[in-house]
């Protein structure tokens, strides 16, 4: 399964290989680390442009989660009355609104991440996966921006984490772990079919009611918990709530689900990306 | 005897035009066309089959440039010489054939690549030098040369857009003309910018050649490409119809007296 431009390094030289590829392979992980600046740099950029001419500026990454908080514990805390564990309303749906904003954000930036980064992918090479990567890491600055509104909170609350909040950077990394697949999915389909753009906010949508965000799991039983628990955010956002909050039982063998499905979502589309890759500037 | 450091082989490009083979730009379009597909096979069938239609850009084009050369690729518009720079660029992929590269590429396909309106000056030049392959210690390093390069200091902190087209260019040259890299494409973009600026270009270009870089260019100034250039190449429909000293291959595709097409 031959790659094109493979690069062979015979003592200090370089010399790069153009073939034209065949068959299935995976984006090239030496490549990706070489062009680690590239990733620093589209990133960078990516977050000043977003809040260059504002005027509020930064607090735009706080107030989409808090307002939303607000909403849902207005109707579905005190209105409808779902349970929350034990713990005030607006600090569990926050917990769980978190990192699936992050999750939400890196989506919808992914899907027409390609698209509209046409005029760099005619003009210049890099590894095009780049382009979706940094796009999901855009959300990590307003994620860390909407987690200090979380210590706020818990703060207020007067909620202290135990000892299992040493786990939170890995419920992290399965979010972004998500993140990617599907982020890789979504921008290789969109340069070929453009309607995946138009379905991602509907795709979100469905996608959070799927997740424990407004309710607890507690709530479902039975087999309904097995396939929530093959969705990979529920053990984000539950695993977010276990940590930080204490509450709710530790992710335990849906923890290992759902780190297989995120794994099987970015290993598939690494393998799709790289298939499709070759077309991306003759169709985009 | 200094080593090649472009070798191409049989390089073809082919491209799907026409309305044939219809993109799918909805996802709804192609999963029709996949259900429908074993009754088109089967109405087909009896008929003569509607080839899609498809070009060469490039067809079996094989040449060698050796380190320290500089060879200037000249044909009329549609001959294939941005499709050569693009596949070698590793842009697009090559149908047929093979390439081979030694050495760091660096490739000015357009001037200003990925430049964002929106930052300043500085941030582009920061962003520019990052995505044509250098890292922040050789741009920090680099820094006050190309912002010398491309006069533009006192207008640094101001965002890009309000660049006049002039200093946008000369802002984006200077950063492009500091990559330094072993092996350098250019696609036509010496023809920008006024002539006391164009005059500096041409004296860089001089010098990364005495340098023993490699040098690719696309030019459609014959003048450039005869002083420039050690080797030239004249592309048409996809291949190569001349090769050799410059002043030679630009008498083959221009003779002296005719208009140029």
């Given amino acids: ?284 | 005897m200094s080593r090649v450091a472009i070798r191409v082989e049989g390089l073809g490009k082919r491209y799907r035009i026409g309305a044939v083979h219809k993109r799918h730009d909805r996802l709804s379009e192609a999963l029709m066309k996949t259900a429908t597909a074993p009754i088109r096979r089967l109405r087909a069938v009896g008929k003569p089959s509607s080839a899609d239609q498809s070009i060469w850009a490039l067809k079996d084009v094989s040449f060698e440039v050796r380190e320290g050369e500089v060879l200037g690729v000249i044909g009329r518009n549609g001959s294939g010489k941005s499709t050569l720079l693009k596949v070698l660029s590793r842009i697009t992929e090559p149908t047929a054939g093979c390439a081979e590269i030694r050495g760091r590429v660096g490739s000015l396909l357009e001037v200003g690549t990925g430049f964002h309106p929106d930052l300043t000056g500085r941030e582009n030049v920061y962003l520019n030098g990052a995505i044509l392959g250098m890292n922040r210690k050789e741009i920090a390093r680099k820094f006050d040369e190309i912002v010398a390069f491309a006069e533009v200091e006192r207008f640094l902190d101001t965002q890009v857009k309000h660049y006049s087209s002039g200093m946008q260019v000369r802002l984006a040259f200077a950063v492009a003309a500091h990559v330094d890299p072993e092996v350098l494409f250019l696609d036509e973009v010496l023809a920008v910018g006024d002539h006391a600026f164009r005059e500096k270009c041409f004296a860089r270009l001089r010098e990364v050649r005495t340098n023993g870089k490699t040098v690719l260019l696309v030019s459609h100034d014959m003048a450039s490409v005869e002083n420039l250039c050690s080797q030239a190449m004249w592309l048409d429909g996809g291949q190569v119809q001349a090769w050799g000293k410059p002043s030679e291959v630009v008498e083959k595709y221009i003779p002296k007296g005719a208009n140029p097409a």
């Fill in chain 1, 1 to 284: 399964m031959a790659q094109s431009g493979q690069e062979r390094e015979a003592a200090t030289e370089h010399v790069l290989h153009i073939v034209p590829s065949r068959g299935w392979g995976f984006p090239s992980l030496r490549e990706l680390w070489m062009s680690r600046e590239i990733i620093y740099f589209l990133t960078w950029r990516d977050v000043k442009v977003r809040y260059k001419q504002t005027v509020i500026g930064a607090a735009w990454a706080i107030l989409q989660p808090v307002l939303t908080m607000i909403v849902f514990s207005l109707f579905f805390g005190r209105l409808a009355g779902i349970p929350s564990e034990g713990v005030p309303y607006p600090i569990f749906s926050y917990c769980g609104l978190l990192p699936w904003t992050l999750f939400a954000q890196g989506l919808s930036q992914a899907s027409n991440s390609l698209v509209g980064g046409a005029n760099l992918i005619t003009k210049i090479y890099f590894p095009r996966s780049i382009i979706p990567l940094s796009a999901v890491l855009v959300g990590l600055v307003d994620f860390v921006l909407a987690f200090l509104v979380l210590v706020a909170m818990m703060v207020y609350y007067r909620i202290f984490p135990g000892v299992n909040v040493v786990w939170l950077p890995g419920f992290l990394l399965l979010s972004l772990i998500t993140s990617l697949g599907v982020g890789l999915w979504l921008s290789a389909l969109n340069v070929q079919f453009r309607d995946v753009r138009y379905t991602v906010p509907f795709l979100t949508q469905i996608w959070m009611f799927a997740t424990p965000v407004i309710y607890p799991s507690s709530l479902l039983h039975g087999s309904w918990r097995v396939l929530l628990g093959l969705n990979p955010m529920t053990t984000v956002v539950e695993g977010f709530r276990w940590s930080l909050l204490g509450v709710g039982r530790p992710p335990g063998a849906m923890c290992a689900v759902s780190s297989l499905v995120a794994l099987a979502l970015l290993v598939s589309g690494a393998l799709y990306f790289r298939r499709v890759e070759r077309t991306f500037a003759d169709v985009v």
